[in-house]
Each structure stands twice: as structure tokens, then as C-alpha cells.
């Protein structure tokens, strides 16, 4: 039943809609996550934003129009984002590749991106993250944690989720921490999921 379910979860992921719902509903809009988000908007007013693996643009809103790039490698996910955000400006790209015109951002998203990866590739991504930030700027890391005790309702998302990758707080620390300290970690939930905020101050 359990791999019924994951096979499921996995082939509705490949469309950008059902991937969309997949995640909103149980997460009752990322209400949680949004809330953060301005909070650190309004004590940050960072000009320039990069959103890397932004997916279907889903916290685009958030973000001035004028200075905010979204990438993501998943071609489907990006239409959807111009679609829902005409005004914001999406690139479809590997973002360990991608070059941006060597322009640096006051802050730099990644969300639910690393805990797809294993060390090596997780730590190449922070490393090109660190390359596009700003002198004086931030870093935030939202990702997806591995608590104890955990209800079932977030063990239910985890199984269902395509990460094989999602970290106990002190594996976080411990992976983003040799690359750069981190200022502010702490967990959080947003409906079912719970989740690992580390913001990174750039020297």
C-alpha cells in the first residue's frame, strides 16, 4: 500500500498542478512559511531576490516584482509560474550551471530543493547559492526535517515526497555548516509539514 502510494505521489509530481496541490493542501497554503517570510521581508527589504528551484512560483507574490528572479529546472513548473506571476521574472535552468549574468542578490531562497540531494550535490548547490549572494546579504534555507516522534500525518508527507534526502536539524546544521555559519535555525510547522529554517548571514 505504502509503495502504491509513493508511486503515486511521484507520477502526479511530473505535473506541475497535481504537484502544486500535492504539497498546498496539507500544508494549508504554506501559510506558515508565508508568514515567515514576510516578517524577514519587512526587517530585510532586500532589492534583489533569487529564488532558486522556485517551482511553480508559488511565493513569487511575496517578493517585488522588479528584483525577483525564479529559477528551476523543471521546464513545466516554470510556464505555470509566468503564468501566475506575469509580472515576476522565471528562468527555466540547473541552477548549478546557471550564470546570471553575474549579478548578486540581496537574498537568495532556496526551499524544499536540498533535501532532494545527497552531501555532495547539496553542498555544490549551497556553494553557487553563496556565489550569487551579495556581499552583506542572506541566505535562507527552508527545508523539510526529520523529527522524533513525529505524527503520522508528517511521516505520511514524507513518504509521499520525492526528497530521499530529509535531514534531522542537527544533519542540517552539520551539512550547511561547513560552508557557512548558520545565524538562525529553528524548526516550524506549516500544516502537516514540519520544516528547518536557517538563515546565513554573508560576510
Known amino acids: 500500500m505504502k509503495k502504491a502510494l509513493v508511486e503515486l505521489a511521484h507520477r502526479l509530481a511530473q505535473h506541475p498542478l497535481s504537484f502544486h496541490y500535492l504539497r498546498k493542501l496539507p500544508e494549508l497554503g504554506y501559510s506558515a512559511t508565508k508568514t515567515r517570510l514576510r516578517v524577514l521581508l519587512e526587517r ?15 511565493f513569487a507574490h511575496l ?11 523543471h521546464a513545466g ?15 527555466s535552468a540547473d541552477f548549478i550551471t546557471w550564470e546570471g549574468g553575474g549579478e548578486r542578490f540581496d537574498l537568495v531562497l532556496i526551499n524544499g530543493v536540498l533535501h532532494h ?11 553557487t547559492a553563496l556565489h ?9 534555507l527552508v527545508e523539510d526535517v526529520r523529527l522524533p516522534n513525529a505524527p503520522f500525518g508528517t511521516e505520511l508527507i514524507h513518504w509521499l515526497d520525492e526528497g530521499e534526502f530529509i535531514r534531522t536539524p542537527e544533519a542540517w546544521r552539520e551539512l550547511v555548516e561547513t560552508l557557512i ?15 528547518y529554517w536557517m538563515l ?3 560576510p
Open 132 to 140: 550569487h549572494t551579495a556581499p552583506g546579504g542572506t541566505l535562507l
Open 200 to 202: 546565513c548571514r554573508i
Open 77 to 91: 513548473y516554470v510556464r505555470l509560474a509566468r503564468r501566475m506571476n506575469s509580472s515576476h521574472h522565471f528562468e
Open 63 to 73: 517578493f517585488n516584482p522588479a528584483g525577483y528572479v525564479g529559477i528551476d529546472i
Open 117 to 127: 540531494l545527497g552531501d555532495p550535490d547539496a553542498r555544490a548547490l549551497l556553494e
Open 44 to 58: 530585510l527589504s532586500p532589492q534583489r531576490v533569487l529564488d532558486a528551484g522556485c517551482g511553480i512560483g508559488e
Open 181 to 195: 555559519p548558520i545565524e538562525q535555525g529553528e524548526t516550524f510547522r506549516s500544516g502537516l509539514c514540519a520544516y
